[in-house]
Each structure stands twice: as C-alpha cells, then as structure tokens.
C-alpha cells in the first residue's frame, strides 16, 4: 500500500540556517503531496501542497518540489526563524481501492531552532 | 472564523465506558476525518465522509464508530474504549474537491485507564 517516509528528527538549526527535510513516498497511483506543520499544542496546518508532477509548492519561504522520478517531496527553507519551530509532516493523498480518497502521513519531524 | 472544533480537549477514563468525541465545522464542508496521531507513527486515518450519511473506514477503524447525520457533525464514537486506544486525536475537513485535510481541530487527549 501507499506509504510515506520522511527523516527521523530532531533537526536542530541555527536561526538563519539552510532547511532541507526529507520525504519520499511509494504510492500506487498518481498521489497529491503536501506538507503540514503542527505547533505545540495545535492541530495540523496545510503548509503547502503539489498536485503533479514537477509542480513545486511554496508558502511563507517554505518550498517542495514534487520528484515523479525519485518519488521525492522534501522541504526547504532558506533561512528559518525560531518561529518555525514545530513538527513537519510529509503526506499524500490517492484514491483509494474502495473509491474513496486516503491521506497518509508521515511521523512527522520536529524541528527546533535557536537563536 | 473558519473553525473544526472537538470537544473534549482533554479526557480520562476507564476500559469499557463508552465516550463520544464530538466534532463541527463552520465551513460547510462535505469531507470530514479522524486521525489518531501517536509518537513515531504520525497520524492514522480512522474514518472519514465524503457527505452525509456517507462513512467509510480508513486505517485503523477497530474499536471507533463514526455518524455524519449533519454536515457539520462528525462524532467519533468509542462504545467500549480500552487502553490501546490511549492517543491524541484530530478531526479535519475539505472542500469536495480537495480531499487532503485542510483544517483540523486542536485535538482531543484521550487517557483510557
């Protein structure tokens, strides 16, 4: 079935620092990805999302781009704050074998940054 | 305000006493869920609707039931909760045609002793 695998954290970054947080997938179908952020405390927020292949999503400096070849949706930022500290988590969406959509999730990573 | 909200945020109690979490959306929304999300495991679909009277089981089903009468209503019903059912749970909606979850609730912390 489909499945979603994104790197064990903590990630702990310097404020300014460079983000990559990696994700890849095996899906059956052609699956949307998006990637979610959850503050403490907080239910899930859509962060950004890729309907196809090659399409990159962005949002608040926050980027994915969708990798058909290497199945691949990994974040990045250019210069994170210490406001960005939370948990990420990668997903997907396909429909599934009963006709009805499914969304996967990964574990999800923490990220913590300092100042 | 766009809003998912559960009640309640916080609960304890013992195997085998049935609890119902509920669970509206003021953005008349057709599709609803619920995940559990435990360490190491990210979040697990429980069921979701794609409309009323619509229900299907996603993931990890054993042991909930769900109703959607009203599209704004999505209960998660635990008829006799054991202690592996110890979790945080979120409920989140969409629009139709976008089916990933786009808004969620703050999540409800069940202890089941």
């Known amino acids: 079935g489909d499945s979603v695998t994104q790197m064990e954290g903590p990630v702990t970054l310097s404020e300014e620092a460079f983000l990559t947080i990696n994700c890849t997938y095996t899906a059956t179908g052609y699956p949307s990805l998006f990637w979610y952020v959850q503050y403490p405390g907080e239910g899930l927020q859509l962060l950004l999302k890729a309907t196809k292949a090659d399409d990159k999503g962005s949002n608040k400096g926050f980027e994915a781009t969708y990798r058909k070849e290497t199945t691949s949706f990994h974040l990045e930022k250019g210069s994170v704050q210490v406001s960005d500290s939370a948990v990420y988590f990668c997903a997907l969406s396909d429909l599934g074998t009963d006709g009805g959509f499914k969304t996967i999730f990964g574990a999800g990573t923490r990220l913590f940054v300092k100042a | 305000e766009a809003q998912v909200t559960q009640n309640p945020r916080y609960l304890i109690t013992v195997t085998g006493k049935k609890l119902t979490v509920t669970c509206s959306q003021n953005?008349?929304?057709?599709?609803m869920s619920w995940y559990r999300q435990d360490p190491g495991l990210g979040l697990r679909q429980i069921y979701y609707s794609m409309n009323v009277e619509v229900t299907d089981k996603g993931d990890v089903p054993e042991g909930y039931k769900v109703s959607r009468k009203e599209k704004r209503n999505f209960p998660l019903i635990l008829e006799s909760p054991s202690p592996n059912q110890t979790s945080l749970y979120f409920c989140a909606s969409s629009f139709d045609r976008e089916y990933q979850p786009q808004h969620f609730g703050d999540g409800t912390r069940l202890s089941i002793l």
């Open positions: 953005m008349n929304h057709e599709y």
